[in-house]
Every structure is written in structure tokens, then in C-alpha cells.
């Protein structure tokens, strides 16, 4: 892959030749990512639906192109602030000093399938900002999508400013090779294993969005109907296909019969049908799709209780369309695929507990996830799980809502990920806080280092010490 590093070597050439990029040439940046956006996204949002499948060009507006726009958006809006280097006050013998905020260079940035666009330009907003440049690798589940990004690219940026990269595995796996200046990956932690091992030949640093097992878990004294209704909100968006998406919910013991209830209730007035529903995605590959059905009949062979939400009449899920109905599991154990694996799709587990400790105990034994969310109108409670579990983001009485605020960082912790981004924490994510020192003229406080050396000040020093 000499052509990768041949690339890499010539962004990286501009960049030091160009010097540290002015405040206009990073907004130019942003803007020119906005208007790509902008201008495109009829076809952007079709190609994307092609890739899938079908895929809910509401959703694709609102999550892919709006949320990307936002990002980048609030970047350009606040640069004027960040950029601003930080001056230390106080220092001894007339010191000067600053915190200058230096660009680290050329970024890689190797994007997922699931929110093409969104998590391209996410990080994208941050990157510009900080003064970098970027190459993009772009998942190959959503080639329609990755070739005309590539192609508009081209278009609105200057190839040595941003460069999209296509392939497959090999190319990816090449791609997470080179010696950047700083690498993004998001996607699963199997992958980001791999990723942080090839980026560590070089020493490259790493910012990893992993997913894993986020947790939901309703208290006693929460509305069940309220959680279930605003749980599968987001378990039913891109058909849960997103790193942050509910992956179980655990529920007060004896609550059973009411959750599901009030999830059929849910699924019933927001999707009334499913195949032919505009509003419903599809799974994304038919691998994934045999996947999530294995998940299914392991989960019933090892003694769960499956409840399917399909609209009346309609199948569970259709091999053709590729599209799957949400299902209920109940009674599942840790042996199940399902607690085993994140599930990204419309599986959703359903644990019961007699005292909210359990739930924390539970968590706390398990991979730390991208997100935690708790339904609870006890402000101690709250408090308690707040404090006693450890996740990339926690989310109270409702699911997901961190990720469209744009002054949160946002990041996993542990097995769900490595940094953060959005807003001013991505544009120091992005950036070297070069510590800058001015001496004064007489260099008072270096002298202490000179040989010959004082007696009197030695024994001030051991006087200090021995007190």
C-alpha cells in the first residue's frame, strides 16, 4: 500500500510547509463541510438507503446529515474561543508562560457503517477546528455512501486538506497501519483491538469509539410505560443499530407483564406495520441479519422466553427485506449469545432484579459500556448509580439524549473506547498543548542548577524538609 503512504507523506509535507493553519483557513474548512452536506443530501441520504437496503431518509436527515452539520456548526461558532492560547498567571521571578494550542498534523480517521456520515463529519468538525488535516476511510458495508463521499470530497476540498480512502479489509487494515499524527476509529471493540495494535507500531495515539453493552434500568418507583415508550424510541432507531442503542434493561421483579405491555402498546402506535414501512429499517448485510436470527434461536434453545412485537400478521422477520421485528427476551442467562455479544440490532434482553444494588453490582462485574441509562425519580438513587457505576456517559430518564450536545464530550471508557470528541473536548482531543516559556533576562531560576553549589541554599532545603 506505497500509495496510502505516499499520501500520508505528502499532507503531512503541507501541513509543516503551510505552518500552523489560521483561524480563516479552519473555518473554511468547517464551511466547506457544511455545504458538502448541504448541497448533497438528497443523494447522499439515497445512497445511503441503497446501502441498507432501505433505510428511513427521516432518519438519515436527522441523524447522519443535521447532527453532522451541528457538530461542525458549533465548532465554527466557538473556534474564535478555543483557539485562544491559555497564560499561566503567578509564575516566580517574572517567568512567562502559555499553553499554545498546536495542531498535531494529519488525522486518520476510519468511519463505521452505521451513521456513515455523522461519524465522518463528528470527528471531522473537531479535526478542522484543531487545525488538521484528515484522511477518511469509510466502512466498505456502505460502498454507495463511501464512493460518492470520495467523489464530492474531491469536489469541495483540496486532496492535500482531506482525502477519502475506499477498500476493504485489506485496505482498512493498511490503512490503520500508517504513521499518523493522531488515528479515529469507531466501531466495535474486537476491531478497535486490532486498530490499537497497529497504531501502536508507530506510536500513533488513538481515539477508539467502541460500543458494548449499554445497560437500562427502570426503578421501582419509575413509570414502566414512560421507560419502555422512551427505551424504544431509540432501540427502534436504525432498528438499533447504533453503538449507544439500549443492548438490555433490567426491571423491577414482577414488572414483566407490564414492560411488555407497555412495549407492545409502543410498537403498535409507532409502527403499526413493518415490512413495507417507510419509517423502518432495514439490517444492514444479510450476515448481520443471520446473525441476529442465530442470536434469536440460541436464545430459545437455552430455555428464554422470546415475545416478537411484529405488527399483526406480519412475520418476525423477512429474509428478503432484511427487516426484523423488536423482540422482548425474557428470562435470559449469561450463557445466552445475547449477554455474551452486543447485539446491534432489534434484540432487547430483559433482566429482572429485586434491589437496585443488584443492578450496580451487575454492571460494575461487566465491561464498562458507552453508555448507562436510568429511569428514577429518587434523587439518592440517582445519585448512587451515578457515583457506583462507571460508563462513557449516564443518561437519567431518557436514552441516548448526551449524544446530540454538543458541549458534552463524547467517548467510552474502558472496553467502550479510549478519548472523546464533540465540541471544545474534541478540539483539544486534536490539539498538542505545547507548553511555551520565556525566561526572564537575569534566568533567576535556573542558577539554582549551577554548579558550584550553595551551601546555605542546601541547608534551606533540608531545613524545609526535616521540619
Known amino acids: 500500500m506505497s500509495e496510502l503512504h505516499s499520501m500520508l507523506r505528502t499532507m503531512k509535507t503541507a501541513h509543516i510547509d503551510a505552518g500552523p493553519a489560521d483561524i480563516s483557513t479552519r473555518k473554511q474548512r468547517l464551511k466547506k463541510s457544511i455545504a458538502l452536506l448541504k448541497d448533497n443530501y438528497t443523494a447522499l441520504c439515497g445512497a445511503m438507503s441503497d446501502d441498507f437496503g432501505h433505510r428511513s431518509h427521516y432518519q438519515s436527515v436527522l441523524a447522519d446529515i443535521m447532527s453532522a452539520i451541528g457538530a461542525l456548526k458549533h465548532s465554527h461558532d466557538h473556534l474564535d474561543e478555543w483557539i485562544k492560547p491559555e497564560h499561566v498567571d503567578d509564575i516566580d521571578g517574572g517567568i512567562q508562560a502559555w499553553i499554545q494550542q498546536q495542531p498535531v498534523g494529519v488525522v486518520g480517521v476510519i468511519s463505521p457503517w452505521n451513521f456513515p456520515l455523522n461519524l465522518a463529519f463528528g470527528p471531522l468538525a473537531s479535526i478542522f477546528a484543531a487545525g488538521n488535516r484528515a484522511m477518511l476511510k469509510p466502512s466498505e458495508l456502505t460502498p454507495r ?171 418476525d422477520y423477512d429474509t428478503k427485506t432484511r427487516k426484523m421485528a423488536i423482540h422482548l427476551i425474557f428470562g435470559v442467562t449469561e450463557e445466552m449469545d445475547v449477554m455474551q455479544e452486543e447485539i446491534f440490532g432489534p434484540l432487547f434482553p430483559v433482566k429482572t432484579y429485586t434491589q437496585l444494588d443488584d443492578t450496580i453490582e451487575y454492571i460494575n462485574a461487566h465491561d464498562r459500556p458507552l453508555a448507562a441509562y436510568l429511569f428514577s425519580d429518587n434523587s439518592a438513587n440517582q445519585d448512587k448509580f451515578a457515583q457506583h457505576t462507571t460508563s462513557g456517559a449516564l443518561v437519567i430518564n431518557d436514552v441516548m439524549t448526551h449524544a446530540s450536545l454538543n458541549d458534552l464530550p463524547f467517548g467510552g471508557v474502558g472496553g467502550s473506547g479510549i478519548g472523546a470528541y464533540h465540541g471544545l473536548h474534541g478540539f483539544r482531543e486534536f490539539t498538542h498543548a505545547k507548553p511555551v516559556v520565556v525566561q526572564t533576562p537575569q534566568g533567576e531560576s535556573g542558577l539554582r542548577l549551577r554548579a558550584p553549589y550553595s551551601q546555605e541554599t542546601l541547608e534551606a532545603m533540608t531545613s524545609f524538609l526535616d521540619a
Open 145 to 315: 455512501t463511501s464512493a460518492l463521499l470520495k467523489e464530492l470530497v474531491a469536489q469541495y476540498f483540496d486532496p492535500q486538506e482531506l482525502t477519502v480512502v475506499t477498500g476493504g479489509a485489506d485496505v482498512g487494515k493498511a490503512f490503520s497501519a500508517l504513521p499518523f499524527d493522531h488515528l479515529v476509529f469507531t466501531g466495535s471493540g474486537a476491531v478497535g483491538k486490532h486498530i490499537m495494535r497497529a497504531a501502536a507500531e508507530n506510536l500513533v495515539p488513538v481515539t477508539l469509539e467502541l460500543g458494548g453493552k449499554s445497560p437500562v434500568v427502570v426503578d421501582s418507583d419509575y413509570d414502566i410505560t414512560i421507560a419502555a415508550a422512551r427505551t424504544l424510541t431509540v432501540k427502534t432507531f436504525n432498528t438499533g443499530q447504533i453503538c449507544m442503542s439500549p443492548d438490555y434493561i433490567m426491571i423491577p421483579e414482577g414488572s414483566e407483564s407490564a414492560f411488555q405491555a407497555a412495549s407492545a402498546e409502543f410498537i403498535e402506535q409507532s409502527f403499526p406495520s413493518m415490512i413495507d414501512n417507510e419509517d423502518y429499517t432495514t439490517i444492514i448485510t444479510d450476515r448481520h441479519f443471520a446473525r441476529l436470527v442465530a442470536m434469536l434461536d440460541d436464545a430459545r434453545d437455552k430455555g428464554a422466553n422470546v415475545v416478537s412485537l411484529a405488527p399483526q400478521g406480519e412475520p
